[in-house]
């Protein structure tokens, strides 16, 4: 394992897995939200920089765009040191006890010794638009001021929180033009990634506490018009005795967590950010015969997360050289015959990034999103033959895959840490990747060099999957407003804009999209919910001798709910026009009925599922109590668009 490697350290993970065998936030000034740009050093003014993108940001099927609708292609690197440096041992006072001997004081590095306006200005000379910004919950709290000598060539700094200097940074980002993405990297600002507190979002502190201070974070630069993303947390991974686990249902279960924190940061912290959720990082003991490896966003195919705003969820994953799908990184300890990503032909290194990540920017899938690829890097130190070929096939599949990424880290002491793109001795002097002789330099300007995707998307139609596994899937804004429909039932809704257009016969899964038609629903109208069959008409029956949960005349399926497996509601919204149509029924209690394209992907896997055609809206569920027969959606009512 590198000096310096970057992310998942699982060498003292694995250390440790092996040798066991059995609040509000502290208050602070808000930051302000504008400052006036200035020129930097070579010529180019904040203002000039900022021109290039407006924000907010969402997303248009695999793409980021802006405001315009215009992609914004996340070039972007890791700042870090605010979530912190000591490596868990020894005083915090002794820098050789932080990690690569680099005390953060807690704060973004290098404030010792350049001025901001000059990293800046080598941030921009780099290429890179963005920046993903680490912090811990402990900085959050922290009331103590930062020493004099950690903010050494930034004077005004002096006297602040950890929080009130990653204020001043957040917004000296925003002022330069940069777009900024908080990063929650851990609970303690203890180094990541081992055995080391910070191994789950709740691992030192409830998820309760986690998701508030994630609210308390988004209302902060809320006004700051540079910060556009929340990534959620990060290389969520096992500690001593437990995994974490995706869809369970448990205190471990990340996509749970993942989906809770991003409605609340939406409805109650600042409805503009992107959410950025990571996959699981490591599962298992790394020990050759005992399960374990790397799921990354894997379990996304078959469980995918739908937010109140079907257009702001970014999915992320890591990926360094020295790991590996089943590999944790370790040398020595921990280390089993398992490939790292770094022995991997071109060809095999291609398929585990598709396999691991990159699949999810197929479009026309329940699952489908950006993938920002948000920590890789290499030592430029490094001379490793394979290591070198691995950073260069590695960036090579982001060049040629268009894809957004964050490389690690951005800033370094010079003689401490090589990963970083730019290093800076204790006189300010830099050095690094900007400053020639630095291997790395080829696959970092292919990155810079190539374009991509620019200028407008197109629209693409939008699928998303509804979840009542273990609780209420409500995710219109509307139909939260409304008050619970069905008070002791699992009960889900479609993000607005979508209309319901797929169920399945057990499991409670549905499918939502605005596939064939732009948002059906009328501005001013409210919801109705249908628990008998008052609203089928005379002559009407579509499903004899099934109970029919029928919308009213012009008005479409938007959601359901469930009392145990049986059909307990139908939610309706009214249509913005007339919405007409000839109707058919389409059952799916025996077997699967969908459209030959499979539209939307599979939404409920290993279990049966209808679902109406692109040129179609639901207008009603039909279902039987019968003795024998399962009583859970069997039969959708299927009308044409006008």
């Known amino acids: 394992m590198p000096t310096a490697s970057p992310s998942l350290r699982l060498a003292a993970t694995a250390a440790g897995l092996l040798l066991v065998s059995a609040a509000a936030p502290a208050a602070h000034a808000a930051p302000s939200a504008t400052a006036a740009p200035a020129a930097d050093a070579h010529g180019a003014s904040a203002a000039e920089a900022a021109a290039t993108w407006h924000g907010p940001l969402s997303t248009q099927g695999r793409y980021i765009v802006d405001s315009r609708g215009e992609r914004f292609r ?35 590095l290098g404030l010792d010794r350049t001025p901001i306006a000059q990293l800046l200005s080598d941030f921009r000379q780099l ?109 969520v991974r096992r500690n001593i005795l437990d995994d974490p686990n995706w869809g369970l249902g448990d205190d471990h279960d990340w996509y749970a967590a993942a989906q809770l924190a991003g409605d609340r940061i939406l409805t109650e912290g600042n409805p503009n950010l992107l959410i950025v959720i990571e996959g699981i990082n490591w599962t298992g003991l790394p020990v050759d015969g005992l399960p374990h490896g790397r799921p990354m966003l894997t379990p996304v195919r078959t469980l995918s997360n739908t937010l109140v705003n079907a257009h702001k969820l970014v999915y992320s994953a890591h990926f360094y050289g020295y790991t590996g799908p089943r590999h944790s990184g370790a040398t020595g300890i921990g280390e089993t015959h398992d490939a790292r990503y770094q022995d991997m032909s071109r060809e095999e290194l291609g398929q585990a990034l598709y396999d691991e990540a990159f699949f999810v920017e197929e479009n026309g899938k329940h699952y489908t999103a950006p993938v920002w690829i948000s920590e890789f890097g290499a030592g430029s130190g490094d001379t490793n033959a394979k290591a070198r070929t691995w950073f260069t096939n590695v960036t090579d599949y982001f060049a040629d895959h268009d894809a957004d990424f964050a490389y690690w880290p951005l800033v370094g ?160 919204a009214p249509g913005k026009g007339a919405l007409g ?11 699967d009925n969908r459209p030959a394209d499979g539209a939307g992907g599979d939404f409920a896997e290993g279990n049966l599922k209808g679902q109406c055609a692109v040129n179609e809206y639901a207008a009603g569920i039909a279902f039987t109590t019968r003795l024998g027969s399962r009583p859970g959606p069997a039969a959708l009512l299927c009308r044409t668009l006008s």
Not at 465 to 486: F, N, P, Q, R
Not at 493 to 522: E, F
Not at 556 to 564: E, V
Request: net charge negative.
């Open 581 to 591: 149509g000839s109707g058919r029924t389409v059952w799916f209690d025996r077997s």
């Open 413 to 572: 002491f010079e003689g401490h840490d090589d990963w970083a793109l730019l290093r800076y001795d204790a006189s300010g002097h830099r050095s690094g990747i900007l400053d020639g002789g630095d291997w790395r330099s080829a696959g970092w300007q292919r990155l810079m060099a190539d374009s991509g995707k620019t200028g407008a998307v197109t629209p693409v139609p939008v699928w998303r999957m509804l979840s009542t596994d273990h609780g209420d899937a409500v995710e219109s804004l509307k139909a939260k407003a409304a008050g619970d429909w069905d008070s002791g039932a699992y009960k889900a809704a479609c993000p607005d804009g979508l209309r319901l257009i797929g169920l399945s016969h057990t499991a409670g899964r549905g499918l939502c999209t605005d596939a064939g038609a732009a948002d059906l629903r009328a501005a001013d109208g409210g919801q109705t919910v249908v628990n008998d069959e008052r609203y089928v008409p005379s002559g009407g029956d579509w499903a004899s001798g099934y109970t029919k949960f029928q919308c009213p005349s012009g008005a479409f399926l938007i959601g359901y709910s469930l009392r145990g497996a049986r059909v307990s509601a139908a939610v309706c």
């Open 74 to 108: 996340l070039k972007s690197a890791n700042w870090d040191g605010a979530q912190g440096s000591w490596n868990g041992s020894g005083s915090k006072d002794d820098a050789a006890n932080h990690h690569a001997g680099q005390d953060s004081h807690n704060i973004p």
């Open 127 to 235: 290429g890179i638009n963005s920046i993903r910004l680490p912090f811990s919950n402990e900085m959050v709290h922290s009331t103590a001021t930062i020493p004099d000598a950690a903010v050494a060539a930034n004077p005004q700094l002096r006297g602040k929180t950890p929080l009130q200097v990653y204020d001043a940074v957040v917004n000296a980002l925003s002022d330069s033009g940069f777009a900024v993405i908080l990063n929650n990297h851990t609970n303690t600002s203890r180094w990541c990634c081992g055995v080391d507190g910070n191994e789950r979002w709740n691992t030192s502190q409830s998820t309760q506490q986690w998701a508030d201070d994630w609210v308390f974070m988004a209302r902060r630069y809320a006004n700051v018009p540079g910060v556009v993303g929340a990534d959620l947390y990060n290389e």
